[in-house]
């Protein structure tokens, strides 16, 4: 899919103050017990081997990180509340980053630099720093960042967790990682970010192709 290829990656929209959270989060229905996340133009847009450069430095509270070139770097709009919310569920969804960087160290640096609001209602980090923020790194349960294969960072998650690949939803902008559903894994192919809206279609998906689309009794 085309993207930039230049050295600053187009700047993020406005953060929407009161995410519009789809019901796929409220019906009782069956959700995925790990949900994971590519992370270039999926979590946040920009390639982090290509576009940063280190070393790279939090600005304000940890809304953004800047690097040596002075370049601004974040997630995409919807990116933290997501990610706070799933962490904020009666049963937390396990939450991993599945990323074929070639700048891991970054990538993690990025993370950890970056915060996001407790509050899933809060979006990101305000402009000042607070307690009730916390770094982005603290919403991943696991991470799997490395060149290579994605059935490869998916096989890592499995014996790691224990969690069954058709308990899994994978993210990812890059249609050739569609091959991790050959391992039972449902991946949801994205064009511009996470999106509240893409959560929605991913778990309706994930649901249909597990048959899951009823209640399901307590165990």
Partial sequence: MPKRTGKTPPPPAEIPQQPNIPTVFTDGLPLPKMIAFDLDYTLWP??????????L???????????????????????????????????P???ASASRT??????????????????PGGGSASSTTSSSNKKAAEFFDYHQIFPGDKKTHFKRLNEKTGVGYEEMLFFDDEARNKNVEQLGVVMCLIRDGVTWGEMDRGIREWRKRNGRETREKAT
Wanted: aromatic content about 10%; charged content about 15%.
């Fill in 57 to 91: 430095k939090a600005k304000s509270g940890g809304t953004h990180s800047v690097d040596r070139f002075g370049e601004s770097f974040t997630f995409y709009p919807h990116v933290p509340q997501i990610l706070a919310l799933l962490k904020s569920l009666p049963t």
């Fill in 102 to 119: 070639h700048a891991p160290d970054l990538a993690q640096t990025l993370l950890t630099q970056l915060t996001i609001a407790t509050d």
């Fill in 46 to 55: 920009f390639w982090v081997d290509t576009h940063v450069s280190a070393p």
């Fill in 93 to 95: 969804i396990l939450v």
